[in-house]
């Protein structure tokens, strides 16, 4: 079943957070997070943004932020997840997809 679409209002706080594939890792070095760190100060930049909080896990992250825009949310969304999975991808030299895990 489709997820229904959401009402993203300026103004709003929002949790947001983004999990790897397959239970994969996102980060497996102190700099890993550190790239991704420097991304989302990039990302905030491009987008007008509110950032309260963050956290970053192994395998996904949370953010606590307000859009000051509408259409802002799934903007630095797709911008942040698209830019963070080229870096990783680009570093570590694979490319990983649903389905696949990181011992194959």
């Not at 070095?29 to 760190?37: D, P, S, V």
């Not at 963050?54 to 799934?74: F, V």
């Not at 997840?81 to 194959?104: C, D, L, M, N, P």
């Amino acid at each position: 079943m489709p997820r229904s679409v959401r009402a993203i209002e300026a103004g709003t706080v929002y949790h947001v957070l983004k999990r790897a594939n397959g239970r994969m890792r996102l980060f497996h070095k102190e700099r890993n997070y550190a790239g991704f760190l420097k991304v989302l100060a990039h990302g905030l930049g491009r987008y007008p943004f509110d950032l309260f909080t963050y956290c970053l896990m192994p395998n996904h992250w949370h953010l606590l932020l307000r859009p000051n825009q509408d259409r802002a949310l799934a903007r630095l969304m797709g911008w942040l997840g698209v830019t963070h999975v080229r870096r990783h991808h680009a570093h570590y030299h694979h490319e990983a997809g649903h389905g696949k895990s990181e011992k194959e």
